[in-house]
């Protein structure tokens, strides 16, 4: 059996980015015969999203074959009431209640409020319950959605969800539980794959970028059981792509030019996030940050990006170390020596390299 896990689109309208997304999912999963969808909370971003969409989501949800099986997350805990209709071939994991296809058994930990003891408790219950039917040709899967807060992830990898605790766990609660894999939500900076002790913990990454913070291609995560394979595979949509330049005032080749080799191969789906850094040598290049800042603007507007690129400039001309008083007086000490030109020129690289260093702390 195929399995397609995802989670976090934080739907919020219909013909959006975060839409195309969904429709991108649903493809996926029929291109590659998945017979099961897990989102793992999150699918909404607020119950009024939900109540706006729901009639359109079961027309989606409609267009595979596929089983689609779905935890409440913490924006969407309150969405899924009884009687409320997403699809007949949708299903909501409640705590406690799995859903069986063939020799798959998917159980559900939706989000609550629990603190880390109350998580260890349910997971503790969980593992009673799977220990009363474990069946050795059975593979049991555990939808869950919260932070793991082992010390690979920082708050931010969470979305914007502030500094509390949403249903914080720890890797090692999964040991030896009895699940073969567990399929998670709640963290949105990319897609990892982690094993425990009995089997493998998956944070698919949220499919569409929803912060700046989302940056890269993003991904959702196939899981084959039969011969236990975890295939990571692109979503091709919207994403945020970070380009982080830094300027070497000794640098030989134009500034202009590094730029465009940098912004050669950006995707239609990715929304430009440049930051430009470091310093401008206008002896080398006779480039003022004045011209290289036209430049700059005039070789965004020629790439004719689908988004419009965010930019940040924080270069410097060279001139402002040059003129400094304390390079001065270093310069001046070293026309006192009968140094060769060339061991001249180094210890002024040398030294203005130190003093671009101590000004970048």
Not at 137 to 161: A, R, T
Request: with cysteine.
């Amino acid at each position: 059996m195929k399995i397609l896990h995802t989670a976090d689109l934080h739907l919020k309208d219909i013909g959006n980015e975060r839409w195309d997304a969904l429709k991108n999912i649903i493809r996926i999963a029929n291109d590659n015969d998945c017979q099961v969808i897990t989102i793992s909370g999150d699918l909404f971003d607020t119950g009024m999203d939900a109540e706006k969409i729901r009639a359109e989501l079961r027309g989606l949800f409609s267009k595979t074959g596929a089983r689609i099986l779905i935890i409440p997350g913490n924006h969407d805990k309150n969405v899924y009431k009884e009687g409320y209709h997403f699809g007949d071939n949708v299903e909501v994991i409640r705590r406690g209640d799995p859903v069986r296809i063939d020799r798959c058994v998917f159980w559900g930990l939706p989000f609550e409020n629990y603190n880390q003891n109350e998580v260890l408790e349910n997971l503790y219950a969980l593992k009673r319950k799977i220990d009363e039917m474990k069946d050795k040709d059975e593979i049991h899967f555990l939808l869950i959605h919260g932070e793991l807060i082992d010390s690979l992830f920082s708050i931010s990898d969470f979305g914007e969800e502030g500094y509390d605790r949403y249903m914080p766990f720890r890797l090692s609660y999964f040991d030896e539980m009895g699940v073969d894999f567990v399929l998670a939500g709640h963290f949105h900076t990319n897609c990892t794959v982690r094993q425990f002790h009995g089997g493998f913990f998956i944070y698919p990454g949220s499919p569409v970028s929803i912060t700046r913070r989302e940056t890269g291609k993003r991904k959702v995560v196939i899981v084959d059981t039969e011969n236990s394979n975890i295939e990571e595979i692109v979503t091709d949509g919207f994403y945020y792509e970070l380009k982080e330049i830094y300027l070497d005032p000794f640098e030989r080749k134009n500034p202009l030019d590094i730029v465009k080799k940098a912004l050669s191969d950006i995707n239609e789906n990715a929304s430009l996030i440049l930051k430009v850094s470091g310093y401008i040598n206008k002896s080398l290049h006779g480039l003022d940050e004045v011209a290289f800042h036209r430049g700059l603007i005039e070789h965004l507007d020629n790439l004719n990006l689908r988004y419009p690129p965010q930019c940040e400039e924080n270069y410097r001309d060279i001139s402002t170390i040059l003129e400094d008083e304390l390079f001065k007086e270093f310069e001046k000490r070293l026309e006192n020596n009968n140094f060769e030109k060339e061991k001249l020129d180094r210890l002024k690289e040398l030294f203005i390299k130190a003093m671009i260093k101590s000004i970048q702390g």
